[in-house]
């Protein structure tokens, strides 16, 4: 028996050496301490025995139960200890390492421009004023010097709400607003951002799309006033060898009209596909502020004069940017705005 023991015990002491992961130390225990195992076997034939023997086989077995649990314990205790610090060395983090891009949204080309003008005007000392898009017919045609049944408003298709109420087609509405709201403030320096709607709807037109306005009233104001603002204005925002021309045109809130086109930013001026060979590009409309005009505004036309401006701003974002589509501004789609990720100066057109 005692030999039986000691045999356990040396058995143990290799196999100790050998153990190196939970899992062997699993079986091992199952080896000595399982219900076929070494140690249990001990005791199975006790029955045969008197019961002295029994008492002094079972305090020996006993003794040589707890003796193995403890080096098992011991045994594992070690090996956690080291499966556990091999595991934080592998999970350890590099701080050094560069982390993952964080994906950031980017302003909308549409945004941007709107900044841009608003940047420019505003250094000129314009106000930035806003204006509703649900607007009365008053401020949207008949302060505008387009009374009820003119014609003019036939050349834009108005969505009506009501006799008195209507979607504004224009935001020259902000012209007649800003008259009557800012007549002891003059002179008037504004402009005014926002969306406008009107009734047509194809390849080329939008049932909605964006204008600003501009409005200016002083003493003596002319219209080359105007021409040097909007050549500024073209410079900065289409590049610096851009030329401004004037072209004789009519609106019923400006006298004299013009149209004003500038020299194409994609040829220089020679003729290409986005002129259609002519050299320039239409971009705004613009004119003296009509004295009717005036005169509904609360002025005297003999004291104050001033002009007025206006343009597409999509057109605008569309030039700036070389997009192709105009409905790229409406679509949202993903592939498209990622672009502008980029900084500003690689997407523009120089
Ligand atoms: N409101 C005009 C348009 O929508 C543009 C314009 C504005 C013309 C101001 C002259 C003065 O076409």
Redesign the pocket.
Known sequence: MKDKVNQIQEELANDIQKVTSSKELADLKVKYLGKKGLVTELTSNMKDLSIEEKKELGKLSNEIKNEVTEALRKLEESIQNKELQKKLEQETIDISLPSEKIKRGSRHPFNRIIEDVEDFFVSMGYDVVDGPELETDENCFQRLNVPLGHPARDA?DTFYIDTEYLLR????SA?ARTMQENIEKTPIRMICPGK?YRRDDDATHSHQFG?V??LVIDKNISLADLKGTLELFAKKMLGENTKVRFRPSF?P??EP?VEVDVSCFKCGGKGCSLCKQTGWIEL????MVHPNVLRMGGYDPKIWTGF????GLDRLTMFRYAIPDIRFLYTNDIRFLEQFDRKDEENEIK
Do not use: P
């Open positions: 834009q087609t224009q935001t020259s012209q406008v204008q306005e501009g609106f809130f400006t009209s705004l409309g613009a004119g007025a401006f206006g343009t």
